[in-house]
């Protein structure tokens, strides 16, 4: 039996999922995808190779090694993306509660079953269908949960709007103890760089009391703010346009004073290594090309 046990982003990892990219398919058509970077890389020739994308996920898991981290990975499915497996499901305190994602989804849960079936029954939590909910638009933190959503009347038209306002209220009820916190996020199925598919594309906390933001990514300028007067300007790392495009708030914490991070954010690995952490460098850049990075395609069971 495995206890589970997420209370925030940021304390040491003791065990996760890491996503695969063993077998993800020929790249998808203009149709199929999900979201307005995918599409860009799609339509320009551009989308990553399943090969590129496979060494860099090898790279995360090294990292994980070193800092001794039981790392579990999904069964691989053909021809099928398992890269984010954030999406799927996510832990908060001692409870696995498996997200309502896009329904051509469906099969990266049962890839993990095998790791499922070694949580208490009672702890693992299925939700009604009208839930919509997706583990990047969920964090907890210590006496908050942070929930991104979308609630615009042209939700069911927009595919990047991934978590609605039911599920804010479905959390609320499983953890009444909890403030629960929403926010809006700015949504296109075009415009990557107007998009924040997920509350993760535009904040993160980081540390004990520091967070990375990009105030565009919220729709509801009051809501961006609470963030700001939460954490206070000093401990915030405000990133651009360009620099949310490239995912640079989607970092991964293993520790306090540890770090995942592309090694390519030259401006947010300075700022991280001068508030005293250790950012541990690893080329995430084809992945992406997806709208996903480290955060992304992880998926934390325990945390001390």
């Not at 090969?51 to 860099?56: L, S, T």
């Not at 933001?213 to 919220?218: D, E, R």
Request: proline fraction near 5%; glycine fraction near 4%; aromatic fraction near 10%.
């Amino acid at each position: 039996m495995l206890t589970l046990n997420i209370t925030n982003e940021t304390a040491r990892l003791r065990a996760v999922v890491l996503g695969i990219a063993r077998s993800n398919g020929p790249a998808p058509s203009v149709e199929e995808a999900y979201d307005p970077k995918s599409r860009a890389h799609i339509l320009a020739g551009t989308y990553p190779k399943n090969e590129d994308m496979a060494k860099e996920m090898d790279a995360v898991n090294a990292v994980l090694q070193k800092y001794n981290v039981r790392v579990y990975r999904p069964e691989p499915i053909e021809n099928y993306n398992q890269i984010f497996a954030r999406d799927i499901a996510f832990v908060i305190e001692d409870t696995f509660i498996k997200s309502n994602i896009l329904p051509d989804r469906a099969k990266e849960i049962e890839a993990i079953q095998y790791l499922i079936d070694q949580f208490d029954p009672e702890k693992v939590i299925s939700l009604p269908e009208e839930v919509h909910v997706e583990g990047g638009d969920v964090m907890p933190w210590n006496d908050y949960i942070f929930i991104g959503v979308y609630t615009g009347a042209d939700y069911a038209d927009t595919i990047t709007a991934r978590t609605n306002i039911h599920a804010v209220k479905a959390i609320q009820a499983l953890f009444p103890h909890k403030k629960v916190k929403s926010f809006e996020l700015r949504k296109s199925n075009t415009n990557a760089k107007e998009n924040a598919l997920h509350l993760d594309c535009c904040f993160q906390p980081i540390g004990k009391n520091m967070a990375i933001l990009h105030k565009n990514g919220f729709l509801i300028e009051e809501e961006y703010q609470w963030l700001v007067d939460y954490f206070g300007p000093k401990h915030i790392f405000e990133i651009t346009k360009d620099e949310m495009y490239h995912m640079n708030s989607n970092v991964f914490s293993i520790a306090e004073d540890v770090v995942i991070s592309e090694q390519n954010f030259t401006r947010l690995n300075t700022w991280l290594r001068s508030r005293g952490i250790t950012v541990e460098e690893v080329p995430y850049s084809e992945i992406a090309k997806q709208e996903g990075l480290l955060r992304c395609s992880t998926l934390p069971l325990i945390r001390d």
